[in-house]
């Protein structure tokens, strides 16, 4: 039987140890409700179907960072249709041009095709905005002022889902 090769022996040596690495502890994100208060929850539906049930988790005042919110997608939608979808609701919160496109480019980059049963985490820090998807960092927008109106989509008294709104920001019994 012949050897494998020095280059097989190391693309073989080299997967292993990504498929280690992928499934370690170390490559997830750590909880990012980790220190807050379970808030309210609601559905958003757009024609009336169901595109995603969203969760809030806050401190004491669930509208002023850290929070996370977490939407757990009921359909399939490609992750540039998420940061459209993004830019239009912060541009009727009033953010100028020039930011939406630069943040329309960098939600493209970041945001991930999804499908029924994939969630994606948002938690708002004061100075950013950092994503996880199905458990695993995504990545982060490092603008005060992008995290503020990016959150704002569903906390702003403007948002275009003001019954999501009030949903989420009810404080669970108990």
Known sequence: MPRPSP????????????????????A?????????????????????????????WAGDDPRRPPLALRLDYKRSIPGSAIAEASVREMRQLGADEAALARWGA???????????????????????????FNGRPLGEIADADFARRFFGIWLDPRTSAPELRAALLRRPAG
């Open 106 to 132: 960098e939600m493209t980059r970041l945001f991930p095709d999804v499908k029924a049963g994939d969630h994606i985490v948002g938690v708002y820090h004061p100075d950013a905005a950092r994503f996880v």
């Open 28 to 56: 997830r994100a750590a909880d990012p409700t980790d220190g807050l208060q379970r808030w309210g929850q609601g559905e958003f539906r757009r024609f009336g179907f169901l595109v995603y049930e969203a969760r809030l």
């Open 7 to 26: 280059e097989r022996t190391r693309r073989r040596l080299l997967g292993a140890l990504a498929a280690l690495l992928v499934g370690s502890p170390a």
